[in-house]
């Protein structure tokens, strides 16, 4: 959770704390990912990382990832779940919202398959609470023109 201090949080503060809250319900047994769209000070949609629609959870199958000892950040196709990040994208698809100059406040910095999503969904911005040991990500987010900042409030 996000420690804010003062009667009334900064923008960036309430979302990000709204991108926490909605990790909860992430299913992942290595971490715990949610993000928040917003355009305008609105929220579109929000997403949390776990499998998809239907199938069994790792919390209910195991984590193939643990089973196979693969480091955090590697191999991501070998992963049961959607990213937060991608299943907020989809979930505003789904629901027809247009996430075009929106900006998105996720618990973790993006990884290079969900950074791919948030430069053709036209997202502007992304903000972050923690960060991700992926270069190619970063480097893809800067060329495309789409902002990313770290989250500076307190973050517990």
Same mark, same amino acid.
């Given at each position: 959770?996000? !420690?804010?201090?003062? !009667?009334?949080?900064?923008?960036?503060?309430?979302?990000?704390?709204? @991108?926490?809250?909605?990790?909860?319900?992430?299913?992942?047994?290595?971490?715990?990912?949610?993000?928040?769209?917003?355009?305008?000070?609105?929220?579109?949609?929000?997403?949390?990382?776990?499998?998809?629609?239907?199938?069994?959870?790792?919390?209910?199958?195991?984590?193939?990832? !643990?089973?196979?000892?693969?480091?955090?950040?590697?191999?991501?196709?070998?992963?049961?779940?959607?990213?937060? *990040?991608?299943?907020?994208?989809?979930?505003?698809?789904?629901?027809?919202?247009?996430?075009?100059?929106?900006?998105?406040?996720?618990?973790?910095?993006?990884?290079?398959?969900?950074?791919?999503?948030?430069? #053709?969904?036209?997202?502007? !911005?992304?903000?972050?609470?923690?960060?991700? @040991?992926?270069?190619?990500?970063?480097?893809?987010? #800067?060329? @495309?023109?789409?902002?990313?900042?770290?989250? *500076?409030?307190?973050?517990?």
């Amino acid at each position: 959770m996000i !420690e804010i201090s003062g !009667e009334r949080p900064s923008i960036d503060a309430y979302f990000m704390e709204i @991108a926490h809250v909605v990790s909860k319900r992430s299913t992942c047994l290595r971490h715990k990912n949610g993000a928040v769209l917003v355009r305008d000070k609105h929220i579109l949609s929000t997403g949390y990382n776990g499998a998809p629609r239907g199938l069994p959870h790792c919390s209910e199958v195991g984590c193939l990832r !643990e089973q196979m000892k693969i480091p955090s950040g590697q191999r991501h196709e070998l992963c049961r779940g959607a990213h937060a *990040e991608a299943n907020a994208i989809i979930q505003a698809a789904l629901h027809g919202i247009s996430t075009v100059n929106s900006i998105m406040y996720s618990t973790h910095q993006p990884c290079v398959l969900c950074s791919k999503l948030i430069i #053709n969904a036209r997202i502007t !911005e992304v903000i972050y609470a923690h960060p991700y @040991a992926d270069d190619l990500a970063v480097k893809l987010l #800067n060329s @495309a023109g789409v902002r990313l900042r770290k989250f *500076e409030g307190k973050v517990k």
